[in-house]
């Protein structure tokens, strides 16, 4: 079986910066894309930020300049650089992640790990 687990998470001021990793396991043949969502109290979850298989990557425009995907093919991990942080941040984050075993192609979701940006 494959998983996925974020870690990372926690409280921030506004203005600070926090990282967080999703680090995926199991019988991996192949990942695909990968992608952050988060989802705040009372709101649809929404795409952040994904990353293909071939490094392209694309963002919300509500943390264009600020949020950096990125992913290291060697530990089966992508990470979200998240700098400048504001209360609307706030969320719970999940990793999303599009992934091929011998068996079958799955999408992924990760368990989530909440963000809170406040002073």
């Known amino acids: 079986q494959v998983q996925l687990v974020e870690s990372g998470g926690g409280l921030v001021q506004p203005g600070g910066s926090l990282r967080l990793s999703c680090a995926a396991s199991?019988?991996?043949?192949?990942?695909?894309?990968t992608g952050w969502y988060r989802q705040a109290p009372g709101k649809q979850r929404e795409l952040v930020a994904g990353?293909?298989?071939?490094?392209?990557?694309y963002y919300a425009d509500s943390v264009q300049g600020r949020f950096t995907i990125s992913r290291d093919n060697a530990k089966n991990t992508v990470y979200l650089q998240m700098n400048s942080l504001k209360p609307e941040d706030t969320a719970v984050y999940y990793c999303?992640?599009?992934?091929?075993?011998?068996?079958?192609?799955?999408?992924?979701w990760g368990q989530g790990t909440p963000v809170n940006v406040s002073s």
């Open positions: 999303n992640a599009d992934i091929s075993t011998r068996v079958v192609r799955t999408n992924y």
């Open positions: 199991g019988s991996i043949l192949r990942i695909f894309s």
């Open positions: 990353i293909t298989s071939g490094g392209s990557t």
